[in-house]
């Protein structure tokens, strides 16, 4: 018996011989079990806070670092987003089921916003600090890839503007 998600999708293997009520039975338990791995693998605002601080420290000098950092739930066609001006980063709760290299990567490239707010040359210069940068980005655009059948395009979804003074690490 085994239980994961595959995209939007929960599925769960029973054995085939099972009755309909133990059928019910394990999956009820199977969905719990796997809720209760997934929450354990999801770290809080803190942890999140903590772990922007350590990398801002490993690969950007440290010192810009971010006044607070956050997993939202209103972020469905970015990954990241950063005011500049506050110190402020939003990362999409899509990334907490991610490797951690994965959520490395985008507090990466939201820090780097700490210090250059456009994505010219010398921002993916500080990105590329990061030794998994290009491996993560790869991910996430297999992931965008493999999670929906046209591209989203880059940009804004209109339920998540952005104010001139955010930046942000969408999709593509």
């Given amino acids: ?13 029973v054995p085939a ?3 309909r009520a133990e059928e019910k039975r394990w999956v009820g338990r199977m969905l719990q079990r796997l ?8 770290p809080g605002d803190g942890e999140l ?7 801002a420290r490993r690969y950007l000098d440290g010192t810009r670092l971010p006044d607070s950092v956050r997993w939202v739930d209103n972020q469905n066609s970015r990954w990241g987003s950063c005011t500049p001006d506050t110190r402020t980063i939003r990362i ?12 490395d990567y985008v507090l990466i490239h939201e820090l780097a916003h700490l210090f250059i707010p456009h994505h010219g040359s010398e921002f993916w210069e500080l990105v590329h600090r990061y030794p998994k940068a290009e491996r993560a980005r790869g991910y996430l655009e297999g992931f965008s890839a493999g999670s929906r059948s046209e591209p989203c395009e880059p940009g804004l979804a209109p339920e998540e503007p952005l104010t001139g003074a955010e930046v942000a690490l969408a999709e593509e």
């Fill in 1 to 13: 018996m085994s239980a994961y998600r595959d995209g939007d999708t929960t599925v769960v293997l």
């Fill in 17 to 19: 011989t099972f009755s």
């Fill in 35 to 42: 809720e209760a791995r997934e929450e354990r693998r999801r």
């Fill in 49 to 55: 806070h903590e772990r922007a601080v350590e990398l």
């Fill in 92 to 103: 999409s709760r899509r990334v907490a089921g991610m490797p951690s290299w994965v959520v």
